[in-house]
């Protein structure tokens, strides 16, 4: 039995030209980042083995998390309200309704030890990926790679926002391991403008990453309810917090 590939980001990549783009454009979409093997177990794990939460907006913005235990104990009633007021605030502000898989949480709590999915939360916080996006985005001081695991089903969304956090929030990052999908089927990654008008957007792809600076508005575009597969991500920011992780004042 042949052992399975090394996690590691893909050798034929050219951070100084990527760095470059993202000098330029203020964000970089990278096709490939990992080698093909990589992005294959990468998927299927977020495919077969992962035991999502749903994660929606409160009246504040803040996430509530329904785990699997809280879901059996509120009912599928009252799990429907909750997912209903959600969707209703998202047309008058921010809002999201979406899986999720807490990635750096889960990890620092013990949650599914063993689980393949810890491998690649180590790796994003290691010394080849903090230096990889620390080159790209021009920011030495890179120290962690803030992550969850995403699946947007039929009719998740993500309204209008700009990644404001606490200060050690550099760029933020969209890691898709999307393996199909058809433009529309919704679920893009959109930049807004100041007028509303979209400046840019990415569809869901296969084995690619997009790092962007913020603050810097963008949404994920509602799933189509005729969408024909899952949109799968990783995602979260570049930080460059101290280690003992008090976030840096802007």
């Known amino acids: 039995m042949s052992e399975p590939p090394i996690l590691r980001l893909n050798p034929a990549l050219d951070p100084a030209a990527l760095a470059a783009a993202y000098a330029r454009d203020g964000m970089v979409r990278i096709s490939g980042i990992f080698e093909p093997a990589v992005a294959d177990i990468l998927a299927r794990t977020l495919e077969k083995a992962i035991d999502w939460d749903i994660v929606c907006s409160t009246e504040t913005g803040k996430a509530e998390v329904l785990d699997r235990a809280t879901m059996q104990k509120l009912g599928g009633a009252a799990v429907g309200e909750k997912l209903k007021a959600a969707t209703l605030r998202a047309r008058t502000g921010f809002a999201y309704v979406y899986l999720g898989y807490p990635m750096i949480s889960a990890y620092l709590a013990g949650r599914d030890k063993g689980h393949p999915i810890h491998d690649l939360t180590e790796f994003l916080n290691g010394p080849e990926m ?70 840019r957007g990415y569809a869901p792809a296969f084995n690619t990453m997009t790092i962007f600076k913020v603050p810097r508005q963008h949404s994920v575009a509602p799933v189509a309810p ?17 280690p003992d992780g008090t976030p840096r004042s802007q």
């Open 130 to 199: 903090t230096a990889f996006g620390a080159q790209v985005i021009g920011h030495p001081g890179i120290t962690k790679l803030d992550a969850q695991a995403t699946l947007y089903r039929p009719g998740d969304f993500l309204t209008r926002h700009d990644d404001t956090g606490d200060g050690d929030r550099r760029a933020a990052y969209t890691i898709s391991l999307t393996r199909e999908w058809r433009s529309d089927w919704g679920g893009q990654l959109l930049f807004h403008d100041d007028l509303g008008d979209i400046e």
């Open 226 to 242: 005729y969408a024909g597969a899952p949109r799968l991500m990783i995602t979260g920011w570049l930080k460059d917090s101290p």
